[in-house]
Nanobody
Framework: QVQLVESGGGSVQAGGSLRLSCAAS????MGWFRHAPGKGPEGVAAVVVNSGYTYYADSGKGRFTISISKDNAKNTMYLEMNSLKPEDTAMYYC?????????????????????WGQGTQVTVSS
């Protein structure tokens, strides 16, 4: 049974910070994606579970940090979001795959990830 458990969304003012968390185990890649009303899904950041290597979309570079912590068989992925902007407002989803992903750009392609969390809302007001 797939179980990706997210937490940490909320409402902040522009310039504020939030940290999202996602607990899961047994995956090769984990990532954060967002979906804003009227827009398509967007890859935000991804991490290779074993190596910790990270990938970022341009929209979050310099402001967002993805990381992963390992506790026995359980991994927890974080997304630290700083200097938030109103355009960051979206539903944020944790996603994961046990398959290999080829190419850096593909790590931020939502179609590469079969398993998804329920989503957590992030709202940034101006």
């Amino acid at each position: 049974q797939v179980q990706l458990v997210e937490s940490g969304g909320g409402s902040v003012q522009a310039g504020g910070s939030l940290r999202l968390s996602c607990a899961a185990s047994g995956y090769k890649y984990m990532g954060w994606f967002r979906h804003a009303p009227g827009k398509g899904p967007e890859g935000v950041a991804a991490v290779v579970v074993n190596s910790g290597y990270t990938y970022y979309a341009d929209s979050g570079k310099g402001r967002f940090t993805i990381s992963i912590s390992k506790d026995n068989a359980k991994n927890t992925m974080y997304l630290e979001m700083n200097s938030l902007k109103p355009e960051d407002t979206a539903m944020y989803y944790c996603a994961a795959t046990g398959n290999w992903i080829y190419g850096a750009a593909s790590t931020l392609d939502h179609s590469q990830y079969p398993d998804w969390g329920q989503g957590t809302q992030v709202t940034v007001s101006s």
